[in-house]
């Protein structure tokens, strides 16, 4: 029996530790931010530079940005016709943005 409760409490502190970064972020924050700063290019979940490039889940994945990192690398870094938002925005507010984003292309823009 206690082997079970130690598993229990193992599963419970993996699940805090991997979900409050997640839970810390603001989405309707990161709303504000998206369409402050990526609206005109992403309306919608689209892309006016890159059609094939959208927002959407399926682009997401295929292109392996489905995930709050990688999504996160892109908006502070840049890549071809994205500008990097390192210089603009802060930490928080690409991490919120970043939530956003992967929850509208979750719940199908």
Known sequence: MKKFWV???AA???????TLPVLAADS??????????????HIGGGN??????TLKLD???KYEMNSLEAIKTQVTNGKNAMPAFAGRL??????????????????GW
Do not use: R
Request: net charge negative; with cysteine.
């Open 7 to 9: 598993g229990v409490c």
């Open 12 to 18: 419970v502190l993996c699940w805090v530790a991997f």
């Open 28 to 41: 309707a924050h990161g709303g504000q931010i998206f369409a402050s700063n990526c609206a005109a290019c």
């Open 48 to 53: 006016v530079v890159n059609g094939a490039k």
């Open 59 to 61: 682009a997401l994945e």
């Open 90 to 107: 802060t930490p928080e507010d690409i991490e919120d943005v970043a939530t956003y984003v992967l929850g509208q292309a979750e719940a």
